[in-house]
């Protein structure tokens, strides 16, 4: 069973950055789609930053600009650089692995907090 640890969540202030890391227990290879998912208080997870194993990205237009989505294949990590962080940016950021052969299957880290408050 694939394994995803998130971490690098916490407390920040508006106009501050933050990177957060999703760490899997395979090779990153293995996965098509790698994404980032934030969850609001009260409103329903939504992708904010993915990547194919190909490296073609794509970003959610509320934060185009300021968040980047990466990977380190050595260290099967996917990280999400958070610059220019929002009040709005706040809630629990997942991490998201998808498999599409041969059935799409995801995988879904724990979540790590996100507060973006003076």
């Known amino acids: 069973q694939v394994q995803l640890v998130e971490s690098g969540g916490g407390l920040v202030q508006p106009g501050g950055s933050q990177r957060l890391s999703c760490v899997a227990s395979?090779?990153?290879?293995?996965?098509?789609?790698m994404g980032w998912y934030h969850q609001a208080p009260g409103k329903q997870r939504e992708l904010v930053a993915g990547?194919?194993?190909?490296?073609?990205?794509n970003y959610a237009d509320s934060v185009k600009g300021r968040f980047t989505i990466s990977t380190d294949n050595a260290k099967n990590t996917v990280y999400l650089q958070m610059n220019s962080l929002k009040p709005d940016d706040t809630g629990v950021y997942y991490c998201?692995?998808?498999?599409?052969?041969?059935?799409?299957?995801?995988?879904w880290g724990q979540g790590t907090q996100v507060t973006v408050s003076s």
């Open positions: 998201k692995f998808s498999r599409w052969f041969p059935t799409t299957y995801d995988y």
């Open positions: 395979e090779s990153i290879f293995s996965f098509n789609h």
């Open positions: 990547i194919t194993n190909g490296g073609i990205t």
